[in-house]
């Protein structure tokens, strides 16, 4: 879900994925948070630890933009 909270977690339901595919999480102001491989169609954010807050992810393959938005955590 999204808002999500540290508790319930927050996950990734991808189609038609590169396998270079990578998630990247960003703060606010743009510092980086984590980054990982998606290695499936399906995939689960490690949003434990993180302050309430919006943060910005980006969905990459190796030469393109696939997907980016907002994760709200309450």
């Known amino acids: 879900p999204n808002p999500t909270t540290a508790e319930e977690g927050a996950g990734l339901l991808l189609k038609e994925l590169p396998p270079e595919a990578a998630f990247t999480l960003f703060t606010s102001d743009g510092r980086l948070l984590l980054q990982f ?33 907002k994760l709200v955590i309450q």
């Open 37 to 69: 491989p998606l290695l499936s169609e399906t995939a689960e954010i490690p949003v434990d630890g993180l302050a309430r807050g919006v943060y910005h992810y980006r969905i990459t393959s190796a030469k393109e933009l696939l997907g980016a938005g």
